[in-house]
């Protein structure tokens, strides 16, 4: 969530017109944008994390609710209003980027209300069952993406050509010029109930040892699967629309990080930098929210008023100044996270 705050106030673009002279500086900052279509970036992981995370922590909540003795059908209604709500938050901010009302549902948040109710339904049942299900919604998707029949959209790893880009013309009566589809709900939902089965993982009464042993292990066979489907030529990993490769590859890392950041902070100990980052992590969809709307809108530009001004009194180059805007914005969103953190006001769906 910290580095989508950061995307919203503009770091990595302004990062990118710095470094447009140095070309080692720039390939570093081209992994903070997503890979145009076929291959992997480290920002093309950031949505795969977010929808995993909910998942791991969805068994922790659900946990706290039943042992408050909340019943399964109260929880199915928090759960469906939950989702109504990001679903709304989702489209409202297309509304916000076009400028007008629109009906759009490629927003993670659309998205992740979707992947959210499915891994709820599949909760309660066994470990085997959930993992064959989520494998059987990559496979589900390989199927209607090779086997559409549809002129036009039969092609299934061409840019607005294929399955998903089809599915958007029915939802939404057009297509993403950027190849993204809404359809991506279907194969990510792997990420949120793999998120769920190790979250569970991670309550069991077991040595840390052999948690961190499995988590890696699940998370390198998804990576051999995934890269090797890749490259053997068989499904590409394209982020956009969420190819199983991807899927696999993308569930892979997360497991990998999961098991890092447990070994680190639960087993070691090591928790000096985690509040710098808990305070935003507990404002999470409203500061992303903020960042989406206002920020955009608004902070960026009223930040700039000031920053680019003082600057240009001691003659520094826009590009640098344009960092240090950027910068500025990230460090007072912060602030806004962590004032509320202090004051104990938080927001929740």
């Not at 029915?170 to 792997?190: D, E, F, H, Y």
């Not at 710098?276 to 809108?297: D, M, P, R």
């Amino acid at each position: 969530m910290f580095l989508l705050v950061a995307e919203a106030a503009e770091v990595y673009d302004a990062l990118g017109d710095a470094a447009a002279g140095t070309p080692w500086l720039k390939g570093i900052v081209q992994q903070f944008h997503h890979h145009p279509w076929n291959g992997l970036r480290f920002w093309d992981l950031i949505q795969p994390f977010f929808m995993f995370i909910v998942g791991v922590a969805m068994v922790f909540s659900l946990q706290r609710r039943r042992d408050r003795g909340e019943a399964w059908g109260q929880t199915l209604r928090h759960i469906v209003t939950r989702c109504a709500l990001l679903l709304a938050f989702g489209v409202g901010l297309h509304c916000v980027y076009a400028g007008e009302l629109v009906w759009e549902l490629w927003n993670v948040l659309s998205q992740l209300s979707v992947t959210i109710l499915v891994a709820f339904l599949l909760f309660n049942l066994p470990f085997r069952t959930q993992l064959i299900i989520s494998l059987a919604l990559l496979g589900l998707t390989e199927v209607l993406y090779r086997t559409f029949p549809i002129p036009g959209f039969d092609q299934p790893f061409v840019q607005g050509q294929n399955f998903g880009a089809y599915m958007d013309t029915v939802l939404m009566g057009k297509i993403n010029g950027g190849g993204w589809v809404a359809i991506n709900a279907l194969p990510t939902s792997a990420h949120t109930i793999w998120g769920v089965l190790a979250g569970k993982w991670l309550r069991e009464d077991r040595p840390a040892a052999e948690k961190i042993r499995a988590l890696l292990l699940w998370g390198a066979a998804g990576l051999a699967v995934g890269y090797g489907l890749d490259g053997a030529g068989v499904t590409p990993i394209i982020k956009r629309i969420c190819t199983s490769s991807f899927v696999l590859v993308s569930g892979g890392w997360c497991l990998v990080a999961l098991a890092a950041v447990y070994a680190l902070v639960d087993v070691k100990g090591y928790r000096r930098f985690a509040p710098f980052f808990v305070v935003i992590g507990a404002n999470s969809i409203f500061i992303y929210l903020f960042s989406e709307t206002v920020g955009k809108q608004w902070v960026n530009g009223f930040v700039g008023i000031f920053t680019n001004g003082v600057l240009a009194w001691i003659h520094t180059p826009e590009v640098l100044a344009a960092v240090v805007t950027a910068f500025t914005v990230l460090l007072l969103e912060w602030g806004l996270c962590l004032a509320l953190y202090r004051r104990g006001w938080f927001f929740k769906v």
